[in-house]
Structure formats: structure tokens, C-alpha cells
């Protein structure tokens, strides 16, 4: 069996290439033991016995190629402290995979050491890992050229040509999301008279922050349109953004997709907005494409969209196959 784990803002999604998926909200998994966590995943995919688990965590900006989870130093970031809330479910996934023996690689996100457009390199990081499994997922469908935004609690656009990962657009740069957003005028006067830190702008400054709820469930049925209509435009205009960089790479007509929770709600408006089809995908697709990249690389993949497989992985499932 292969599985493939999406380390979300506010749940970690766990899939198998039979297209089954479990979800554990991040907050129920920082209450875990890690057998507990290993438990419940079992029970929620039927596992049996993995052949090969694909993880994601956080930022994924301290490793470039696909490796070991035994190799990863400091999990594969930098720093913890990335840019968002920390709530620690995430850190407990990791470990309850690592504690059960499972084989397993981590996935790098995408950063200024990547390989994308070197242009993109003004930014730091452009995406976390489980944007890598979720354009994998759209690549296996037979799509080679594609933009897709995952429009939800944050905003990240991931673009792809030819079947190589060649930019993408960070929750902390451009359109907010509904939780998340990045550092406009007022919350940069603010984080410079000491009213709050950076981290506390970006968390408190998405779409219905900015309309005073915490969630969009707390929305009443206007705010709740607003929300909606605000993420649609956003969502749109980061597709637009990112199809200026595939034009220019010699993709003039890329898929366009949307993903997280809300896709199927503003995909149709979306649709509208940039006069093109939009797909919206579904929740638990990053995940799915987590697990095909697993499978993919059990199978002997020396690289995923232009990400290289680390050695070790290669020559340890080499191994795995002969016996």
C-alpha cells in the first residue's frame, strides 16, 4: 500500500492510491499520542502494510530533493517558527510516522534553492510540500501544463510546464486567503509601533479577519457572500499572475485548477472572471497525489516534477525490490 500524508492549515489528510482518505484535524492531532495517531490512521485507511509513505511538513524549506525521513534534519525546515499558527498536530504526525516503522520519504517544498524560474528567487519560499502532491495528482491525469490555486484558509499558486514545477506564489506574498493574508500598509504601521509582531499580522490579516468573524462559518449569509466573492477575485487574479510567468515559458493555454475547501463553491466565479474553465479539485487530492508520488517513486522515479529523488531513497528501495 502506498500512502500519502497532506499537512494542511487547519487538518492533516491522510490518502491511499485506492483513493481512500482519512482526516485528523491538526488541533486533535497535537492531543495524540503518536500510537494513537498510528492507530487511527490504520483504522481509517485499513492499512495493512505500507510499502512506501510520501509526508509533508510545514515549509519544507531545509531540504530540495525527495528524501529519506531519517535523513531529515530538522524535519526538513529551517526554522519552526514558519509564518502562520503553530499548533503542533502536524510535529505529532511526523513523529507518530517516524515511531511506526513505516518506509517513508519527505517531500521539499518549493524555495529559492528549487530549481524554478530563477526569476522567482526574490521570494524566499513559494510553497509548502503538499502543493508538490497535489499538482502530482493533476499531472497524473495526463496534464502536462497547469496552474493551480489553493484557495482556503491561505492563497498559494503553484505553476507547472511540461511537467516541471517552474514557480510558485506564497500565502505571505499576494492574495489573502480566508484566514491568512500578507502585510498590507496598516499592518506593516503596525507591526512597526510594536502593536504585534509580523507573524500575528499575517495570521489575523485574511478575508474574514478583515470582516471581523474568525472563521467563515461564523459569517452571517452577506458576509459569507462577500468572503466568497473577495477569495474568488483574489484566486483569480494569482492564476492570472502565475499564467504570465507559463506564457512566457511557452504555455499559452495551461490547465487552470482550484483547490482546498472552498473550490467547488467559487470555482464557477472564478470560471467567470478569467473567461476560461476552472476545475476545482477535491480535499483530499494533495494527499492522493502524496501517494502516487510514494508509488511512483517505489517504482524507481529518479525525480517528481523536476524534483530530484535523493540517492539513499533510490538505492534503499532498489534494494527493497531485489529481495
Not at 492563497?155 to 480566508?178: E, K, N, W
Not at 525525480?303 to 534494494?319: A, I, K, M, P
Request: hydrophobic share 40%; net charge neutral; with cysteine.
Amino acid at each position: 500500500m502506498f500512502v500519502g500524508v497532506d499537512h494542511g492549515t487547519r487538518a492533516i489528510r491522510f490518502a491511499t492510491t485506492e483513493g481512500r482518505c482519512y482526516v485528523l484535524p491538526r488541533a486533535e492531532a497535537s492531543r495524540l499520542s503518536t500510537a494513537e495517531i498510528t492507530q487511527r490512521v490504520e483504522r481509517g485507511l485499513e492499512i495493512e502494510e505500507v510499502d512506501l509513505l510520501a509526508l509533508t511538513y510545514s515549509m519544507g524549506d531545509g531540504i530540495t530533493e525527495i528524501v529519506r525521513i531519517e535523513d531529515a534534519v530538522n524535519r526538513g525546515v529551517i526554522r519552526q517558527d514558519g509564518a502562520g499558527v503553530h499548533v503542533g498536530g502536524g510535529t505529532r504526525v511526523f513523529d507518530a510516522v517516524r515511531e511506526a516503522g513505516w518506509p517513508a520519504i519527505l517531500l521539499p517544498g518549493i524555495h529559492r534553492k528549487s530549481g524554478t524560474d530563477p526569476r522567482m528567487n526574490v521570494f524566499s519560499h513559494g510553497a509548502s510540500p503538499e502543493k508538490v502532491g497535489l499538482a502530482y495528482r493533476v499531472y497524473k491525469d495526463g496534464v502536462s501544463s497547469f496552474i493551480i490555486s489553493d484557495a482556503s484558509s491561505n492563497v498559494v499558486t503553484i505553476g507547472v510546464v511540461d511537467g516541471r514545477i517552474v514557480g510558485a506564489i506564497d500565502a505571505p506574498i499576494f492574495a489573502p486567503g480566508l484566514l491568512h493574508g500578507p502585510l498590507d500598509v496598516n499592518a506593516i504601521r503596525q507591526v512597526d509601533s510594536g502593536k504585534m509582531s509580523a507573524n500575528q499580522a499575517f495570521t489575523a490579516g485574511g478575508i474574514v479577519r478583515k470582516l471581523g468573524v474568525d472563521t467563515l462559518d461564523d459569517c452571517d449569509p452577506d458576509k459569507k457572500r462577500r468572503a466568497l466573492e473577495t477569495l474568488a477575485l483574489f484566486a483569480a487574479m494569482e492564476l492570472s499572475a502565475m499564467g504570465v510567468l507559463l506564457r512566457d515559458l511557452g504555455a499559452a493555454q495551461p490547465g487552470l485548477y482550484l483547490a482546498g475547501d472552498p473550490a467547488s463553491l467559487i470555482a464557477p466565479r472564478v470560471s467567470e472572471l478569467l473567461d476560461r474553465k476552472v476545475r476545482p479539485l477535491a480535499s483530499c487530492d494533495a494527499a492522493l497525489g502524496g501517494a502516487l508520488i510514494a508509488r511512483d517513486v517505489y517504482r524507481g522515479a529518479e525525480s517528481v516534477l523536476g524534483v530530484g529523488v535523493d540517492e539513499r531513497v533510490r538505492y534503499d528501495l532498489l534494494n527493497t525490490r531485489r529481495r
